[in-house]
């Protein structure tokens, strides 16, 4: 019974300890990263927006257009610094924005 609970704590400790070298790591990667790096921290990730933790749709999106969260939304926004923002938008316009649609076909494009 010792032992499990040894295992918990050491799972515990590295998980926390990997949080923060992630985090170290964004910082040196640039103010997008940084983002990314806390909106992971907050508990959203990358394939989980239908439980509204999203990293994408739930985070990155309403930080980057100044917007709200959506309802939806599993988790709290991040607290990010408005200058980090800024940062990243000098570096990467298009961060956090969705994608464009598909240009429509025109007729006799092609043939």
């Known amino acids: 019974m010792r032992l499990r ?3 918990v704590v050491a ?3 590295l998980t926390l300890l990997s949080a923060d070298l992630a985090a170290a790591q964004a910082s040196r990667q640039g103010p997008c990263a940084q983002i990314i790096a806390a909106c992971e921290k ?3 990730e990358r394939g989980a927006a239908r439980v509204g933790l999203g990293i994408q749709v739930d985070c990155l999106r309403p930080l980057m257009q100044r ?3 959506p309802r939806r939304a599993g988790a709290p926004l991040s607290q990010v610094d408005a200058d980090l923002i800024a940062a990243c938008r000098a570096a990467n316009p298009n961060f956090g924005q969705p994608s464009a649609p598909p240009a429509p076909l025109t007729k006799g494009a092609g043939q």
Do not use: D, K, M, S
């Open 5 to 7: 609970g040894l295992q």
């Open 11 to 13: 799972i515990f400790t």
């Open 42 to 44: 907050a508990g959203f």
């Open 67 to 69: 917007g709200v969260q």
